[in-house]
C-alpha cells in the first residue's frame, strides 16, 4: 500500500484548514523560540551568578592571605623584640653577679679560672629543674702544690641562686704542681624554676 505523500494531504485540505495550521505551526515556532530564549536566559543568570561567586571567593581568599600575612609579620617582629629583650636582660644579670656563667646543657665547658679547667652540666629531667649533675675537672698548672676547695651555684634567669654543691679540701685529694683531678655531684635544686647559669668560687 503506497504512503499519502504530504502534498497530496494538503491537496486534500480546505483553505480553511490549511490556514488554521498554518496558524498552529507558527504559534508552536513562536513558543520554541521564547523556550530557547528563556533556557538562554536561565544560563545566562546562573552563570553571572557563578561568576559573582567566585569573584567574591577570590577577593575573600585574597583578604584571609593578606591577614596572615600581616599576622606572621607581626608575629615575626614580636619574637625578635621578646629576643632583643631577653638579650638585654641576660646582659643586665650578667653584669649584676661577677663570673656568672650561662648553662650549655651535656656540653664541655673550658674555664680559665685558677685550676677549675673545664664542667659540664646534665639536667636530672627534661626540664632543667629538680637537680642537675655535674663533672669538673682540675688541674694545678701552677709551681706549688694546690688544695681544691671550691663552690658551684646554679642561678635562674633572674640571677636568683637555686642550689649550690661544695667541693671542700679535706674531699679532694691535694694536687701537685702538673696534677690533674676529676670529680662530679649532684646539685639539688630548691625550686622548679630551670637553670640558666651557673658560677664556681674558688677558695684557694
Do not use: C
Request: glycine letters at 4%; proline letters at 3%.
Amino acid at each position: 500500500m503506497r504512503t499519502p505523500d504530504i502534498s497530496e494531504f494538503l491537496d486534500d485540505m480546505s483553505v480553511e484548514q490549511k490556514n488554521e495550521l498554518l496558524v498552529q505551526f507558527e504559534r508552536k515556532a513562536k513558543l520554541g523560540r521564547r523556550m530557547i530564549w528563556v533556557v538562554v536566559l536561565v544560563i545566562a543568570m546562573a552563570l553571572t551568578v557563578i561568576v559573582l561567586l567566585l569573584n567574591g571567593y577570590h577577593s575573600k581568599m585574597a583578604s584571609v592571605a593578606e591577614d596572615k600575612q600581616a599576622t606572621q609579620a607581626q608575629i615575626k617582629e614580636l619574637r625578635s623584640e621578646i629576643q632583643d629583650m631577653e638579650r638585654e636582660f641576660a646582659a643586665l644579670v650578667l653584669d649584676r653577679i661577677p663570673n656568672l656563667t650561662a648553662i650549655k646543657e651535656n656540653t664541655k665547658l673550658e674555664i680559665a679560672q685558677g685550676y677549675v679547667r673545664s664542667i659540664e652540666f646534665t639536667p636530672l629531667n627534661r626540664r632543667g629543674s629538680g637537680a642537675w649533675e655535674y663533672q669538673i675537672k682540675l688541674q694545678n698548672l701552677s709551681q706549688r702544690m694546690v688544695n681544691p676547695d671550691l663552690t658551684i651555684s646554679l642561678f635562674n634567669r633572674l640571677g636568683i641562686e637555686l642550689g649550690s654543691s661544695e667541693l671542700r679540701a679535706f674531699q679532694a685529694p691535694t694536687l701537685l704542681p702538673g696534677d690533674s683531678s676529676q670529680h662530679g655531684g649532684i646539685i639539688e635544686l630548691n625550686s622548679n624554676e630551670p637553670a640558666k647559669y651557673f658560677r664556681i668560687v674558688t677558695r684557694s
